[in-house]
């Protein structure tokens, strides 16, 4: 597969090789749900809690005697099954990281990339650079190559003008070629890649 390469100015400089072995075949839809999932867990902040016997409010005092009342016993108000007792097995602050496969995550990136292939979703471009920290710059830029609502832009190293340039433009996000993972891609409409971002991605999920 040959993709065309493409300046600031929207002309076509050069052709990419892309290896169809790598890109090319059935997707695997269950590397990306995977990878979707633990990206998604990961980013869960995990605070909720509830209040167990040790930390409701009331005395710790025993209500009654143990025998002679004829009532059930009870040791304390904060009791569970009382009302405004304690929460049995609540949930606690956690984290919902977990470890995922690098094979997995590799597999899944591949196929997100050659999903948004198939789509002819992705640019590639000579270089992802600005001169200036100008938000109106990157706006422009991206309307000559057809980039519209949501798109990630891929790059070897993050480029700190672009990156601050980019950032307030609602949508737009920038990664780093070794930090993107199969939900920035599947997440945006449009892929715009770097061809040395696109030469290491290429490498990286074999």
Do not use: C
């Not at 892309?18 to 075949?25: E, I, K, T």
């Not at 025998?67 to 304690?86: D, E, F, L, M, Y």
């Not at 307030?168 to 780093?176: C, K, Q, S, T």
Request: aromatic content about 4%; glycine content about 8%; charged content about 25%.
């Amino acid at each position: 597969m040959e993709l065309d390469v493409f300046d600031r100015e929207n002309k076509k400089v050069g052709a990419l090789e892309v290896a169809d072995d790598v890109f090319g075949g059935r997707l695997n839809t269950d590397l990306m749900w995977e990878s979707v999932v633990h990206a998604n867990a990961s980013t869960r902040r995990g605070t909720h809690m509830t209040k167990n016997r040790a930390l409701v409010s009331g005395s710790g005092k025993k209500p009654w005697r143990q025998k002679g009342t004829g009532r059930a016993r009870v040791g304390s108000i904060r009791n569970p099954i009382w009302r405004h007792g304690g929460t049995v097995f609540g949930p606690q602050p956690r984290s919902y990281a977990y470890a995922l496969p690098k094979k997995v995550a590799r597999g899944a990136l591949r196929a997100a990339i050659a999903q948004k292939l198939q789509a002819h979703a992705v640019i590639i471009v000579d270089e992802l650079s600005v001169g200036e920290i100008k938000t109106k710059a990157v706006v422009e830029l991206l309307a000559r190559w057809g980039v519209t609502g949501k798109a990630v832009l891929v790059d070897v190293a993050m480029d700190d003008k672009l990156s601050r340039s980019v950032r307030n433009i609602p949508g737009v996000v920038l990664v780093a070629s070794g930090r993107l993972t199969a939900r920035d891609v599947l997440n945006a409409d449009r892929v715009v890649a770097s061809r040395a971002a696109m030469e290491t991605l290429q490498q990286a999920v074999v």
